[in-house]
């Protein structure tokens, strides 16, 4: 947080050892090569399942292609978008939680991810593969219009990119700090904390914090006691939309093609 001029985006993965990674790439991956046109092809299958299901309306106005995966990304469903927020605090109370139970004895993690120049707007009406193939090899931001209660409460922001697998721990091209420990340039700038003089500059488009398990409880009590988060808020059940949540889990990340 160090102002305008270097704008962070913040992300909570209640498992430390899982890749910086859409959803999707992880469904693929268990069913094909994971390489560009296969992450095209699948996303527009399940595009054209989402319109058969009737979910790509919302007050009367049929939504786009990123926008209806957007809402299909907040409801659980694999698409090849990376959730964000513009909030650290939410990025880590998402560090705390999991469905997975086991998780709880886990290390979570915390990103910080540079912010992209480039965006795409709220209603682009262009589809996703005209999208996806005018990305080139960068990373956008997209943020998505409040179609739905987790749109608006999570405020829909993410990340899309095409493959790399030029680092093994991010499936999107985006670099992370090679070193470890007190070497990172996360760990120097926190050792300069209040010192006179610029930070130490970034040297990376992603900084990792690392919640330590034992500590998970305490932070997610602290979280919710400060800023009233809780599961059923950041998600809460889609009453206006029986079967969204339905149709998400039937196309979620380990569900088969």
């Given at each position: 947080m160090y102002g305008v001029d270097e704008p962070w985006l913040w992300r909570g993965q209640a498992n430390s050892a899982y890749r910086i990674e859409p959803a999707l790439h992880t469904r693929v991956r268990a069913n094909a090569v994971l390489d560009d046109d296969n992450v095209l092809e699948y996303t527009s299958g399940l595009l054209r399942a989402a319109r058969r299901a009737a979910l790509d309306s919302h007050e009367g106005t049929q939504l786009p292609d990123m926008a209806l995966l957007g809402l299909l990304q907040h409801h659980g469903a694999a698409t090849p978008l990376i959730d964000v927020s513009l909030d650290p605090l939410v990025g880590l109370y998402m560090a705390t939680v999991s469905p997975n139970t086991e998780d709880d004895k886990r290390d979570g993690a915390l990103f910080a991810l540079r912010r992209p120049s480039e965006r795409v707007s709220d209603f682009d009406s262009r589809s996703f593969a005209e999208i996806y193939e005018s990305i080139g090899n960068h990373v956008v931001m997209y943020s998505?219009?409040?179609?739905?209660?987790?749109?608006?409460?999570?405020?829909?922001?993410?990340?899309?990119?095409?493959?790399?697998?030029?680092?093994?721990?991010?499936?999107?091209?985006?670099?992370?700090?090679?070193?470890?420990?007190?070497?990172?340039?996360?760990?120097?700038?926190?050792?300069?904390?209040?010192?006179?003089?610029?930070?130490?500059?970034?040297?990376?488009?992603?900084?990792?914090?690392?919640?330590?398990?034992?500590?998970?409880?305490?932070?997610?009590?602290?979280?919710?006691?400060?800023?009233?988060?809780?599961?059923?808020?950041?998600?809460?059940?889609?009453?206006?939309?029986?079967?969204?949540?339905?149709?998400?889990?039937?196309?979620?990340?380990?569900?088969?093609?």
């Open positions: 998505a219009p409040d179609v739905s209660e987790r749109l608006r409460i999570q405020r829909g922001h993410f990340l899309l990119g095409p493959v790399s697998t030029a680092d093994a721990r991010v499936t999107i091209p985006l670099t992370l700090d090679t070193r470890t420990g007190s070497e990172t340039w996360l760990a120097r700038r926190m050792d300069r904390r209040g010192a006179a003089g610029p930070p130490p500059g970034a040297t990376s488009e992603v900084a990792v914090f690392r919640v330590t398990a034992k500590f998970k409880t305490a932070i997610r009590v602290w979280l919710e006691g400060r800023s009233g988060l809780t599961r059923d808020f950041v998600l809460p059940t889609s009453w206006h939309q029986p079967h969204l949540d339905r149709f998400a889990m039937a196309h979620g990340r380990q569900a088969a093609f």
